[in-house]
């Protein structure tokens, strides 16, 4: 089998097809901080692209809380049980990739979702881990958990917002023996070429975060495109432009070696590495990073997000020191527009255009404040504090 | 073509030199009667015919495999008629899964003819680049599509409930048409896997290697199935020449290289997950 270089997990690993990494490679940030579940992006998609008939338990995007909210019921645990113990040296990964981990006649190690697994996407919604009363020791919970809210101490969940990870590495498209699964050279969007799928559901099966899902009324499977149609014309997608918490980011994204620290999505990912792929141990390099949940266990973050999340918590609890990242993160939800550049000048940050090379956006650091005087001279009347 | 891909086509070449050991051969005898009567796999004529049992395989050459194979052999009668070659598979199978949901396959057959080349040049498994094969390729979904109509939504999810699809007309298959497609790529693309209103409960395929199997536009094939006491008994016909250049071309009084895959539903068997048997030698009646 050749070998690629994954460099989220500091190694060379197997894959089924020789490694061809596309011109530019679409990427995502969430910063996991700022989500609020409202789910307005999983509706913002829906009604975008899977408002269809057999796309009727289909969520393109997802929000899910932590440690026990799944769509489908338990994707991560299940896999991640069938992968074993997964091992870190440094920054190098030293456990198997679901390639490495696949048994014999098959591409990927992996698992198709039973019909049921699909038919509670808010299982385990805002269900904390841990409380004093579960026995939680010195901080950290005993593994009794599943606790409501029922004390301040010790409790911790978050939100997890899902999409397609267009990963670098697709195990979809790895899996699909009919070879319907594509990654386009442009800009790295991972699709199904919907007039050759036979809907075997093998992407189904292959994907770890499950992100393909089977449509019985066309009998093909179908995924997150990454809005395709508004990343050609330099806009960003809608799950991203309609978060109303404002904790998405969506651009390209370089290699490592080639950042370039004036670009919003090089400079979080690389330059600052505040923003971490989600279970690179997968092997996958996926690219949605999240900025990991600063009040969460480092432990259960580390299994989550790899050993880069202790360093990650620590830059964005200091990011208030440093304007430039906090520039960078006042971008997020600012525009509509992909970006390719920023800048800051003075108490403003600049986005520059990545198609017309323009300011696309200028964010202030602080927000000028207004007071209204009390009384309404135009309409004569006193403003009442009503809010 | 990845190196790991080669490594597989070469693999290949071993399995070729099997054909020697594969089943005895099928006779198609020529028969008066029409394709009609013919096509009824009860029809009573059916059993005059000598039967051939063909041994069936798991498919362990490309991946994904087939890890549990439920099948082991495949009965086979043929005759020529008017025209026309018509195969009856018949098979043991505890289970009709015709429905499909998101986690359920559908039980299917098939039958492979090489097109231009020999049971010797042709790869049974699915043709090689440049030696194509035809497949007839029947599914018990597709059966059910025509018998009972299209098999849909409401029939997976008896108590499903949603209001309203944009732009569609009403909730049925039918009533989902123009812009109401664009919720439904594979039907606005034609995929013919996301065919509403079908014909026939078969299709044909061509191929040229692993992952390489595609719909052929023009049908020329037709079929019809039954389930009965644990058992599948599906009639393939098609006609011994067509105007399709991406067919077989079949002559009376000649022998030629026929293949079959079997399908399990119940064990999510689906695509290269699949029974298969080797080249058999097929006579093909008539003058």
């Known amino acids: ?387 | 073509m990845t190196t790991y891909q080669c490594a597989k086509i070469s693999a290949l070449a071993g399995w070729l030199a099997l054909r020697a050991v594969a089943a005895p051969a099928i006779e198609a005898p020529q028969k008066s009667g029409d394709l009609k009567s013919w096509l009824q796999p009860g029809n009573a004529a059916w059993q005059s015919l000598p039967e051939s049992t063909v041994t069936m395989l798991p498919q362990n050459i490309a991946i994904p495999n087939l890890k549990n194979p439920v099948f082991q052999k495949l009965q086979v009668r043929a005759v020529v008629t008017n025209g026309w070659l018509c195969l009856r598979l018949e098979w043991e199978d505890k289970t009709r899964d015709a429905e499909v949901t998101r986690a359920m396959f559908t039980d299917a057959c098939a039958a492979e003819f090489a097109v231009s080349g020999n049971g010797t040049d042709t790869s049974p498994f699915m043709g090689n680049p440049g030696k194509p094969v035809e497949i007839v390729h029947w599914k018990a979904i597709w059966q059910d599509d025509i018998e009972k109509g299209y098999r849909d939504v409401e029939h997976g999810y008896p108590n499903h409930y949603y209001d309203y699809y944009p732009l569609a007309k009403g909730k049925k298959a039918d009533q989902i048409s123009g812009p109401a497609l664009m919720y439904n790529p594979g039907r606005y693309l034609n995929n013919p896997i996301s065919q509403t209103q079908r014909k026939e409960p078969v299709e044909e395929i061509v191929a040229e290697g692993f992952g390489s199997a595609t719909s052929q536009k023009h049908l020329d094939s037709r079929g019809w199935g039954t389930y009965q006491q644990n058992h599948w008994t599906v009639v393939l016909a098609r006609p011994l020449s067509t105007p399709d250049p991406t067919d077989a071309q079949l002559k009376p009084g000649t022998n030629i290289p026929i293949a079959f895959a079997l399908w399990d539903g119940a064990t999510r068997n689906r695509g290269g997950r699949k029974h298969y048997a080797m080249w058999t030698d097929l006579k093909i009646g008539g003058k």
């Open chain 1, 1 to 387: 089998m050749p070998k690629v270089f994954n460099w989220q997990i500091g190694r060379e690993m197997d894959y089924p097809y020789d490694g061809a990494r596309p011109d530019h490679q679409f990427a995502y940030i969430f910063d996991l901080n700022k989500c609020i579940a409202c789910q307005t992006c999983t509706i913002a998609c829906k009604t975008t692209w899977t408002a269809g008939k057999g796309q009727e338990t289909m969520l393109w995007n997802n929000v899910e809380s932590k440690p026990y909210g799944y769509f489908p019921l338990g994707w991560d645990v299940r896999i991640l049980d069938m992968l074993g113990a997964q091992s870190w040296d440094g920054l190098k990964y030293t456990g198997k990739t679901l390639f490495e981990a696949a048994e014999a006649g098959e591409a990927v190690l992996g698992y198709l979702p039973d019909d049921l697994d699909y038919a509670n996407p808010n299982v385990g919604e805002d269900d904390c881990f841990g409380s004093e009363l579960k026995g939680a020791v010195n901080g950290v919970a005993d593994g009794s958990g599943g606790a409501y809210f029922d004390t301040v101490h010790h409790s911790w969940m978050f939100y997890l917002p899902r999409i397609c990870n267009h990963c670098t590495y697709p195990a979809c498209l790895a899996s699909c023996s009919r070879k319907s699964i594509y990654k386009r050279k442009m800009d790295g969007i991972v699709l199904i070429d919907q007039s050759r799928c036979r809907g075997y559901r093998d992407c189904v099966k292959g994907c770890p975060y499950k992100r393909p899902f089977y449509n019985p009324h066309t009998r093909t499977s179908e995924k997150c495109i990454a809005c395709y149609p508004f990343v050609e014309q330099g806009q960003q997608p809608q799950c991203v432009t309609m978060c109303i918490g404002k904790i998405r980011l969506a651009g390209y994204l370089s290699l490592p070696e080639k950042a370039n620290k004036n670009h919003p999505m090089d400079y979080l990912i690389h330059d600052q590495q505040v923003a971490l792929p989600l279970y690179p141990q997968f092997g996958l390099e996926p690219n949605v990073y999240y900025i990991p949940p600063v009040h969460v266990p480092p432990q259960f973050l580390t299994q989550m997000f790899g050993p880069r999340v202790h360093k990650a918590v620590e830059t964005y609890r200091n990011a208030h020191k440093d304007p430039k990242l906090l520039a960078a993160m006042m971008l997020f939800g600012s525009t509509e527009r992909i970006l390719k550049e920023f800048r800051v000048e003075k108490n403003e940050v600049v986005g520059i255009d990545m198609m017309n090379g323009g300011e696309a956006v200028r964010v202030p650091f602080t927000e000028p404040t207004v007071v209204r005087p009390f009384r309404d001279e135009k309409v004569g009347a006193f403003r009442h504090n009503i809010s």
